[in-house]
Nanobody
Framework: QVQLVESGGGLVQPGGSLRLSCAVSGFTSHYQAIAWFRQAPGKGREGVSCLSSRGGYTSYADSVKGRFTISRGDGKDTATLQMNSLKPEDTAVYYC???????????????????WGKGTLVTVSS
């Protein structure tokens, strides 16, 4: 059984940074990409960034380009999302998910993802 667990959320002031982690366990050898999504209160789930397991292909939503960086974590089957220059509009629950290669899901459609974590809350406020 595949499990994803996010960590690293919290309260940060505008302009600050946070580093989210996603730990993946279970039968994961078949997954082809890990992605981060977020859902702000009253809004739909939005794709943030994607990292393909082969080749290291990455993609980002326009709203976070230049501020967020997705990468492999230090541990096996982990991924991180480094978030810099945070804005109040980045406030959301952040989820990691497993799914198809990033280049086959260029719009980061959440319906294409197979497995999800339960999310971690990021609040950007002064």
């Amino acid at each position: 059984q595949v499990q994803l667990v996010e960590s690293g959320g919290g309260l940060v002031q505008p302009g600050g940074s946070l580093r989210l982690s996603c730990a993946v366990s279970g039968f994961t050898s078949h997954y082809q990409a890990i992605a981060w999504f977020r859902q702000a209160p009253g809004k739909g789930r939005e794709g943030v960034s994607c990292l393909s397991s082969r080749g290291g292909y990455t993609s980002y939503a326009d709203s976070v380009k230049g501020r967020f960086t997705i990468s492999r974590g230090d541990g096996k089957d982990t991924a991180t999302l480094q978030m810099n220059s945070l804005k109040p509009e980045d406030t959301a629950v952040y989820y990691c998910a497993l799914g198809p290669p990033c280049d086959l899901n260029p719009r980061l459609n959440s319906a294409a993802m197979a497995y999800w974590g339960k999310g971690t809350l990021v609040t950007v406020s002064s």
